[in-house]
């Protein structure tokens, strides 16, 4: 017993953390503000559910007329559309964007350049990626296919760069080792390396452009979401519903879907 | 300790295949050097055993000659050329006669063991022969022809990272056998294995590259193992070479010299 000795009293397991209790108040002290200048108040949010129960009161029973059905039917098969190609393109194109990022395999100032551009690609979200390119190149799919190609390179570029920055060096120093050209050993060395996590992400960016085709809709990007913003301009509440029904209905069997791809690349 | 390996003729078929090592330095930071002025000249036949303790350059000497580490002075004169000047294709062409056989195998873990040895033909193929995995039919048939000499030619179609050490070791001979090389880098190659694995290893190496006329020089640090396979023992300590002789000429005044301390040997 004697050899330990009894612990001297002013030894404190958890001091007070005056830095973090002052960050705390601080931030209390900011949403209060934040909220008053915003003129976010109690009243209003409760005035709030009552517009959101006549709203959707009038948007039951969903409108299924055939000519909306018909509406329905070529908006969503282009937004479809608009996503199937937005993926395959911003995966192919990613995928040397993103080689060409990765610091264990590039140069310095490719790595750089590579990695500033998919900076550059991820700084805006894609519904304002897809104001521009309405701007550039007009209302319709094309605008809104190139946007979420800019979306897609931005995520998918950005998670092969630092999966190849994870993969084992030896392995692709082995096959440099028997003298390949660079090209075999990204081929032969890094891709088999990266490549079920590539199919991973791209089935989630399929996914994920799958949701973001009917949101580029909204602003003259094509597809789905151009009929929606119609519905509501029209307040067609009814037809909404419908659509907003649908787009849950694609977007939870594409999440399905993509789930399975990456089961079975694992 | 200065005792000269016993003279060796030119390889049966007339090609030089020795290897002359001049001043050799290596530091990988500024003013340490982890080499200091090696120079050795390697008979264009059988096998050489490089001895030391870790850490004293027996590593970064394998490497310096095929270049995965770039030395920062001297001369490696090899087939005519001088490795340590060689860059871009001239150095691929130059690494590809020169098979590697690494510590922990360094196999791509995803791809099949077929793969895995074709990788040894990567110098020689076009990159679309590697993507389409359209290697050369007469390729295919030497991989499978080596995999039977080394007693893997049941596995072919089986992944790398399904395989035991020994087999994985094997496959790593395979394929350094499969670039057809005029000389054999072994770093470490039973480190990673258990004693009667190692035998069979070091076996497996000394017999193939014997029947093809291949010069080996191998980094060992079971003592016994090099006694037993090589024709000549170098021994390192700190950077220098400070044995050179054959097996029989190597006592245990020298190995306290190369490892210092003696309390082990006895």
């Not at chain 1, 709030?48 to 299924?64: C, I, K, V, Y």
């Not at chain 2, 050799?24 to 120079?39: F, W």
């Not at chain 2, 870790?54 to 050329?81: H, W, Y």
Request: overall charge positive; hydrophobic content about 50%; charged content about 20%.
């Amino acid at each position: 017993m004697s050899d330990i000795p009894a612990p001297a009293p002013t030894r404190v397991a958890f001091p007070p953390n005056w830095p973090m209790r002052i960050g705390f108040a601080v931030l209390a002290l900011y949403i209060v503000y934040a909220s008053t200048i915003l003129d976010i108040t109690w009243t209003r949010f409760i005035a709030g559910f009552g517009h959101a129960e006549r709203f959707l009161s009038r948007m039951f029973p969903p409108d299924f007329a055939p000519d909306k059905l018909a509406l329905l039917q070529s908006g969503m098969i282009e937004s479809l559309q608009i996503a199937v190609l937005a993926t395959i393109f911003g995966v192919a194109l990613s995928l040397p964007l993103g080689l060409a990022a990765a610091r264990n395999l590039c140069p310095a100032p490719l790595a750089w350049t590579s990695r500033t551009l998919i900076a550059l690609f991820r700084t805006f979200h894609p519904v304002i990626v897809a104001i521009l390119f309405v701007k550039a190149v007009g209302f319709g799919a094309l605008a809104g296919v190139l946007a979420l190609i800019i979306a897609s390179m931005g995520f998918l570029s950005k998670l092969i760069g630092e999966a190849v920055e994870e993969m084992s060096m030896k392995q692709m120093e082995a096959v440099r080792a028997t003298g390949a050209p660079f090209l075999s050993v990204v081929v032969m060395g890094v891709m088999p390396q990266v490549l079920p996590r590539f199919i991973g992400f791209s089935a989630y960016q399929l996914d994920s452009n799958l949701r973001n085709s009917a949101l580029v809709g909204l602003v003259g990007g094509g597809g789905i979401g151009a009929t929606l913003f119609t519905a509501f301009q029209r307040f067609d509440y009814d037809f909404v519903l419908t659509i907003v029904l649908t787009i849950i209905a694609i977007v939870m069997v594409g999440e399905i879907l993509s789930g399975w791809v990456r089961r079975l690349f694992q | 300790m200065d005792a000269k390996a016993p003279f060796k003729p030119a390889a049966a078929d007339g090609i030089d295949r020795s290897l002359v090592i001049r001043h050799l330095r290596k530091e990988y930071r500024s003013g340490i050097a982890v080499l200091k002025d090696v120079s050795l000249t390697f008979e264009g036949r059988g096998m050489t055993a490089i001895i030391g303790p870790s850490g004293t350059g027996k590593s970064t000497l394998v490497r310096c000659i095929n270049r995965l580490v770039d030395p920062t002075a001297g001369e490696m004169l090899f087939m005519g050329q001088d490795l340590a000047k060689l860059r871009g294709s001239a150095l691929r062409m130059a690494r590809r006669r020169i098979g590697m056989v690494f510590q922990e195998y360094n196999l791509v873990e995803r791809l099949t063991v077929i793969e895995n040895v074709l990788c040894g033909r990567l110098g020689y193929l076009p990159v679309w022969r590697a993507w389409m995995r359209k290697f050369p039919p007469g390729d295919i048939d030497r991989a499978f022809r080596l995999l039977d000499a080394v007693g893997l030619g049941d596995f072919s179609n089986i992944r790398a990272d399904q395989l035991s050490g020994g087999q994985r070791q094997r496959v790593g001979i395979a394929r350094a056998l499969m670039q057809d090389p005029d000389l054999i880098l072994a770093d470490e190659p039973t480190s990673s294995l258990d004693p009667k694995t190692s035998v069979e290893i070091m076996e497996l190496i000394a017999r193939r590259a014997g029947e093809r006329d291949i010069p080996v020089i191998v980094n060992i640090h079971n003592v016994e193992l090099a006694r037993r396979y090589a024709d000549r023992i170098v021994g390192m300590a700190k950077g220098e070479v400070v044995f050179d002789g054959p097996p029989s000429a190597l006592e245990d005044s020298h190995l306290l010299t190369i490892y210092g301390g003696e309390g082990w040997l006895e």
